[in-house]
């Protein structure tokens, strides 16, 4: 069952109804073009050679006889790949590093993780290339590696980076560490907000990197002219950002390299980055053809990257009314092999949804021997978020409070900022707990063996630069062109606001997503921003038509622009004896009287609101194999304002079913030589359908008072909380703690035993 | 993989003379588990003999005293035979347990059974009905009672140019019922981390009369487990029957730590396995 | 390497091809003919995007070989509209919103046609255990079971 509360009255033509999606035809037929659906003619086949070894120095590499191969035609090593120098401080929330993100690309002096990229090969086929790699020879000095972060940030840890000293301690450190930094952020006094609880728990945690998990592997084709140009087609979440790697990390003029996204089968932040584009561009200089580059299933389970895995720890505090009166929380986040964990984000995540007197929260970047963490669905929070919540609920249960009443009790308001500093604005997030307290799933009966859990998350979505630039066609038909490759339905998005602008029908805009060289930047489609951000473009390039058409009219009826209107789709005026003038009429004489009609439009969208998202779930734990079983899901979830509803509930529940995997059997597995050992989806295990029930959501609509329409961002709060949801649902079935996720059915089992008694 | 060829005889003989003929062949039945290796190089075949053009290996007859499925049948294909879901509705389940239903469209219980893996889903549940394997080769055919012609994982007891063409199993007794359930950490597409398949036959006085119960994924390879029978035939199941069965399953367990399941874990979990699958098999052969 | 000429029927249409033996049925598609609506998500039958139907089961493409389809018959997703007009699933599956990025949904079509050819009026939990063999990151399966239960519903209309 899924309800939208509409807070704000207005009913819009468009906004907020359930349209067909523009994309949708050409994706349930097939024909829609992914990025290994494209062919050009000549392609070689590109594939990369990785590193066996968690930690090596590489000693040396021989590729003579790969080269010397039948249908060889070029080799790429970190020889191919300038050298960058390391990003110096003061360091940004987040990090960037040329330094790093080449060395990542491809492997210069050592390989620090199973699966780093060392050299790769172009050759007539997949099948040559294949054999091409084998004759490679890569001489290692195998060095011990670290895989836990706890244990990376001990002095005696094996070190990743000889030139990394920790920032954020003083004295400033002399020896080199896996620590990169250590970010703290306090308010209030701590020791006096402990003296006045009258209740404080304790908890530990441990979480594992989790894999986006898109079905859709890394593909790309790179194609080099000889006078020095780019095309690059590549599945991604930004072609503008993949521009700037490449140009940055290959020390290329930006404008030489033009990126084409193809559609994207799944991205949730791991398709922000450059993998194998910059190596793919380096071989088809080398060669004058095309290259393809595809990664395998192990690939991209080996050579991407996850969200950290981490290790926490906190402190919580509250009066007997239920006040939480002092937080202590610190947690370690795995970076993976270079830095660049979310800390900010996870410091954010602690207590962002309450106002606490007395808080104290650190985070750690650790570098680990795995693979260099990418961003997944609001990076950094789902972690944080996870101790905090259970240990609110622990708090609730000692003080015999209803968890939900302690969340309203504690609720941060309007005006209310995060640790770091990040004001919140207009929210709704009283409303959210109180649609969750009203809810029929809160007040439902539980069976045998059944527990509820609930917790609450945060997100301040992003804004940024996003450009669109929309055309009035002679016909009166609209083409928007927007730069932000739609992952989840966003041309719908777009299109509807576009329509309601214009006051014409939906079928009037046609919307695309142009490459890199027509048209200008657009940040990522990530940070639940597009419908925010590039929504404000499309509005303003809109309203710049609208400008236009005005004029026109106001020339065609020979009167002054201030009296005419632009109203449900028309230019009108109150003069006597003067017909409206429709768009298609307008758009017919536009080239005759002045020329085409356009609007464009480059923004730094600002004014993000923030964003909550509570989850109900019910699991049943069978108490002699600790198996869980999630029976019933409930999403309530601020969205602002729902301009395509059908696909804000699909963010809500693919959030949602992420988190249930996240807590209950997602995690990687390394042997004690630090090869990863699932690399496949049969042990990696994300929910299948038969594992679920029906995710149930109701949007709550209080709108952000700094977008035209109201829109919050809405695709990555659905994760936030929802680790922490499933894993106090578990442990309220199973009469547990939960200490470490996944929650997979031999830590229940051992759990329920610990806690019962010989089972 | 560079020298892979590909045939397909029509007959037992040229399959037989094919395999004989290259120590590198393999037997290619449904490939979901050879194309897999193949192509992650765990395994690098000279030749893959189809075998899905033999009569014999695709048939599936139910007799008066035996029940012969040729090794190339389906998984899809005995879950859609009535009569035999029926009679050995233990086998059959397990067959279509095997990951998912596409995978199940082709995988085949003789490549389920020769792919020899410790955790296989169809091979507990043959053991426990007793199964024996139709093997052809160079020097003719021969029987072999099927839990001994697995010997370690991956591995068989067949011998160079020799396939399994068929699996026959008797019929059960009137009063038989048979079960196998496995677990695993979601609810499909898992390997097993404990399978049990139980048989059981129920004499006239509503006591056990005869019983089996083999357990797979906690071992080198699937296996019986001989205790179980002296457990359980003479009585029913009550709750010290089937606390000493779980005993005996879980002391059965040589598992090891992997990437699936702790030794602790499956140990434990065989008997519960055990328990649950011996509970079904018995409302099995009451009902028959 | 043996080579092959292999005739199949694809989508009604008798298409030659020729394949190594080790190439499977996935790379045949998308590489020796071009259908990459077929779409390959891990290449060891995990995930089923690239669910086709063969001889009337859907499989995975992934872990069939080229050579063994002569004389075959097979659906993909290219041919499962008739000319313009979509498949009850495929127009269920836009009216419900059970796409996102749409990687999925092709394998998932077949996967759903061949289970409401086999058994046309399933329940919630047969539609979820007939799908558990097709992987979606982005929906959560909700409004895709939605939509096969709906598609259902007006297939069996049609019939009557």
């Known amino acids: 069952m899924n309800e939208i509360k509409n807070d704000a009255k207005t009913n819009y033509k468009w906004v907020g109804k359930r349209t067909r999606r523009p994309d949708g035809p050409d994706k349930v037929t097939g024909r829609a073009r992914y990025g290994d659906d494209m062919v050009m003619a000549g392609m070689l086949f590109g594939k990369v050679l990785r590193s066996p070894h968690a930690h090596a120095k590489i000693l040396s590499i021989d590729t003579s006889k790969a080269e010397a191969l ?80 706890l244990e990376a940030a001990q002095p005696d840890a094996p070190v990743l980076h000889e030139d990394q000293f920790t920032h954020g301690i003083e004295p400033a450190p002399e020896k080199p560490s896996n620590v990169f930094r250590v970010v703290s952020s306090e308010r209030g006094d701590l020791d ?67 990126v084409t996204a193809s559609e994207i089968g799944g991205g949730f932040g791991g398709k922000n980055n450059v993998y194998a584009e910059p190596v793919a561009i380096r071989l088809s200089q080398k060669t004058g053809r095309p290259v393809r580059m595809v990664m395998t299933r192990d690939e991209v389970f080996r050579g991407t990257g996850p969200a950290s895995g981490t290790y926490s720890h906190i402190r919580m505090g509250a009066k007997k009314d239920g006040t939480i009166v002092a937080v202590e929380a610190e947690i370690y986040n795995q970076a993976g092999a270079f830095k660049g964990s979310p800390v900010g984000r996870s410091l954010d995540s602690f207590i962002s949804s309450y106002t606490v007197e007395n808080v104290r929260a650190t985070a750690y970047d650790v570098c680990v021997n795995r693979p260099k963490v990418a961003a997944y669905r609001a990076p950094g929070a789902p972690m944080a978020t996870l101790p905090a919540e259970l240990a609110i609920n622990e708090l609730a249960e000692k003080l015999g409070m209803d968890p939900i009443d302690m969340r309203i009790k504690n609720a941060v308001g309007d005006g209310g900022q ?115 951000a590039t929504g404000m473009a499309v509005i303003n390039s809109v309203q710049e038509i609208i400008e236009k058409l005005r004029a026109l009219a106001a020339k065609k009826w020979d009167i002054p622009v201030d009296e005419v209107t632009w109203e449900a789709g028309q230019a009108v005026t109150q003069r006597d004896g003067i017909e409206a003038l429709t768009l298609k009429q307008l758009a017919g004489m536009a080239t005759k009287m002045g020329g085409a009609i356009a609007g464009h439009s480059e923004i730094n969208a600002g004014g993000a609101g923030a964003a909550f998202c509570a989850q109900i779930v019910d699991v049943e734990v069978d108490p002699e194999t600790g198996f869980v ?131 | 993989m560079n ?227 002296d457990i359980l035939v003479g009585n029913t199941l009550d709750d010290d029957v089937l606390s000493a069965l779980a005993d005996a399953a879980s002391a059965a367990c040589q598992p090891i730590d992997d990437k699936r399941g702790t030794i602790k874990f499956r140990t434990q979990v065989a008997g519960v396995m055990a328990c649950r699958a011996a509970k079904i098999a018995w409302m099995r052969a009451e009902k028959n | 390497m043996s080579k092959h000429l292999v005739t199949a029927t694809i989508n009604g249409d008798e298409v030659d091809f020729t394949c190594h033996a080790d190439q499977t049925l996935l790379e045949v598609l998308r590489e020796n003919l071009l259908m990459t609506g077929t779409k390959n998500g891990c290449g060891s039958g995990d995930c089923g995007a690239c669910t086709v139907i063969l001889d009337g089961r859907a ?11 002569d004389g075959a018959e097979i659906e993909t997703i290219e041919g499962m509209s008739k000319g313009n007009e979509l498949h009850p699933l495929q127009q269920k599956f836009l009216d419900h919103a059970a796409l996102q990025c749409g990687i999925c949904t092709p394998g998932i079509l077949n996967t759903a046609k061949a289970l409401l050819e086999k058994n046309p009026n399933p329940t919630e939990t047969e539609v979820r255990f007939g799908l558990a063999g097709n992987l979606c990151r982005c929906t959560g399966y909700d409004k895709i079971v939605r939509a096969v239960m709906d598609a259902a519903a007006e297939m069996r209309a049609n019939q009557s």
């Open chain 2, 3 to 229: 020298e892979l060829r590909y045939e397909a005889p029509d007959t037992i003989a040229a399959a037989v003379s094919l395999l004989a003929a290259d120590a590198q062949a393999k037997v290619f039945a449904g490939g979901t588990d050879l194309i897999v290796q193949m192509k992650a190089e765990m395994i690098e075949p000279a030749l893959l003999v189809d075998i899905k053009k033999i009569t014999e290996a695709r048939a599936l007859s139910i007799g008066a005293d035996t029940i012969r499925i040729g090794s190339a049948v389906t998984g899809a294909e005995m879950g859609e035979n009535a009569e035999l879901k029926a009679i050995l509705p233990g086998v059959v389940e397990a067959v279509q347990l095997i990951g998912s239903d596409q995978v199940q469209g082709r995988a085949t219980i003789g490549g389920n059974l020769c792919n020899a893996s410790p955790a296989a889903d169809s091979v507990p549940a043959l053991i426990a009905a007793n199964a024996r394997a139709e093997i052809a080769g160079p020097d003719g055919t021969r029987e072999v009672d099927v839990q001994d012609l697995m010997t370690g994982p991956g591995k068989t007891a067949l011998k160079p140019g020799e396939f399994v063409v068929a699996l026959n199993l008797p019929r059960p007794a009137k009063k038989s019922g048979d079960a196998y359930l496995r677990f695993i950490p979601r609810t499909e597409m898992d390997i097993a981390v404990v399978g049990a398949g139980v048989a059981l036959t129920l004499g006239d006085d509503g006591k056990i009369a005869a019983a089996r119960l083999a357990l797979g994924a906690v071992a080198p390879t699937a296996r019986l487990v001989s205790s179980a029978s």
């Open chain 1, 192 to 258: 006096k907000g402990f003296a006045e609880a009258d209740v404080i728990v304790e908890r530990e945690f441990r979480t594992q990197p989790v894999h986006q998990g898109y079905i859709e592997p890394q593909a790309l084709i790179a194609s080099a002219s000889e006078d020095g140009a780019v095309e690059l087609w590549t599945t991604t979440q930004g072609h503008f950002v993949i521009r700037a790697f490449c140009a940055r990390v290959l020390k290329m003029d930006m404008a030489t390299i033009r």
């Open chain 1, 629 to 759: 079983a999630p029976k019933r899901y409930t999403v309530i979830q601020d969205v602002g304002r729902a301009v395509s509803p059908d696909y804000v509930e699909g963010q809500m529940q693919g959030g949602a079913v992420q988190g249930i995997g996240w807590a209950l059997n997602e995690e990687y597995i390394y042997d004690d030589k630090g090869r990863l050992q699932n690399t496949g989806f049969l042990d990696y295990r994300m929910p299948v359908a038969s594992d679920l029930p029906m995710i149930d959501t109701v949007i709550v609509e209080v709108p952000n008072p700094n977008h035209p329409y109201g829109v919050r961002g809405v695709g990555e709060p659905p994760l936030v909380p929802a680790p922490a949801a499933v894993a106090s649902a578990v442990e309220n079935a199973a009469g547990i703690k939960a200490a470490s996720l996944p929650l997979s059915p031999p830590k229940v089992l051992d759990a329920m035993e610990r806690a019962h008694g010989e089972g």
């Open chain 1, 70 to 149: 039948k249908g060889v035609k070029a080799v790429v090593t970190h020889k191919d790949i300038p050298e960058h120098a390391p990003l110096q401080p003061p360091y940004g929330p987040v990090i960037a590093d040329l330094h790093d993100i080449s060395r990542n690309v491809m492997a210069r002096d050592k390989v620090l993780y199973d699966g780093h990229p060392v050299a790769a090969v172009a050759a007539t086929s997949e099948r040559i290339a294949r054999q091409a790699l084998k004759l490679i020879e890569v001489e290692y000095e195998v060095l011990p590696h670290v895989l836990d972060p």
């Open chain 1, 418 to 532: 995060s640790l770091n500093g990040v004001k919140y604005g207009h929210i709704g997030l009283m409303e959210v707990l109180e649609r969750a307290k009203n809810h029929d799933h809160y007040k439902a009966p539980l069976g045998a063996n059944q527990g509820r859990g609930f917790a609450l998350g945060y997100w301040m979505h992003g804004g940024g630069l996003s450009s669109v630039v929309a055309n009035l066609l002679d016909d009166g038909t609209v083409a928007i062109a927007t730069g932000n490759p739609d992952i989840g339905g966003s041309r719908s998005s777009m299109r509807a606001m576009a329509a309601e602008e214009l006051g014409v029908d939906l079928e009037t805009i046609k919307p695309i997503v142009a490459d890199t060289g027509s048209m200008g930047y657009s940040h990522l489609t990530a940070g639940s921003r597009t419908t925010f």
């Open chain 3, 59 to 69: 499989i995975n493409a992934c872990l069939v070989l080229g050579a063994e389809v």
